[in-house]
């Protein structure tokens, strides 16, 4: 089975996430402007380890992690910087779910059809996969795209203006309904068989009376002399 995407609501969605932007966080000395580089991205593991307690000893260093030093962090890792990134983390995990999605329909094999079916359902499953390969094409420039604002949170980046993937329903309805055809055509065929089966069943019946009905006429011609 397939499911209808709108992609175009998902490149709004991203444009809307990429376009946006959020106040530059006080420099704190060791890192910089952008809590989402190496060294923020650090610091922020660091503030998860932690329980934020008085005279709490930092695991990395070694020293007293003052009061002041927490109020900097707070305000580096702002409510609106966090807000931005979890909003990033969800729309890359929901276009991975949807690749996954796309990329897990199975396709039928043409070998598993009667010749009178087998050059359209490969065309329809070539059709299929090419479809699917700008899909993913799409897909993969949405969430480079929202890689690419994580490096960037401050500022907004243009909105992309890319080619909306193609639909390919259609050729799922036309698959659907080939095999439709092919299970119709099979239990058809199956039913012939029965059908002859049971013909040549009673063929055999009726000669095996008949020889018997010979045989015993002809005792009785020999019981006659």
Not at 37 to 61: V, Y
Request: charged residues 30%.
């Amino acid at each position: 089975s397939y499911t209808h995407i709108v992609w175009s609501d998902y490149l709004n969605s991203v444009n809307d996430i990429i376009g946006s932007g959020i106040s530059k966080p006080d420099v704190i000395i060791g890192l910089s402007e952008n809590p989402s580089d190496d060294k923020g991205k650090f610091a922020r593991q660091g503030m998860r380890i932690h329980d934020h307690e008085p005279n709490e000893i930092c695991a990395f260093c070694g020293n007293v992690i003052s009061e002041d030093r927490w109020e900097l962090l707070l305000s580096y890792f702002s409510d609106e910087y966090q807000k931005l990134d979890l909003r990033i983390n969800k729309a890359i995990d929901t276009l991975r779910e949807i690749q996954k999605t796309i990329n897990q329909t199975l396709l039928p094999d043409e070998s598993q059809f009667y010749e009178k079916f087998k050059s359209n359902i490969n065309q329809l499953v070539l059709n299929i996969g090419e479809k699917r390969g700008e899909q993913n094409d799409f897909i993969n420039v949405l969430i480079n795209s929202l890689r690419n604002k994580q490096n960037n949170m401050a500022a907004g980046i243009p909105n992309l203006d890319i080619k909306i993937p193609s639909e390919i329903d259609d050729y799922f309805t036309r698959l659907n309904n080939i095999i439709e055809q092919s299970n119709d055509y099979t239990t058809n065929i199956n039913q012939e068989k029965k059908k002859a089966k049971e013909v040549i069943r009673l063929h055999e019946v009726a000669r095996k009376l008949d020889d018997f009905q010979y045989e015993k006429e002809n005792q009785q011609l020999i019981s006659y002399k």
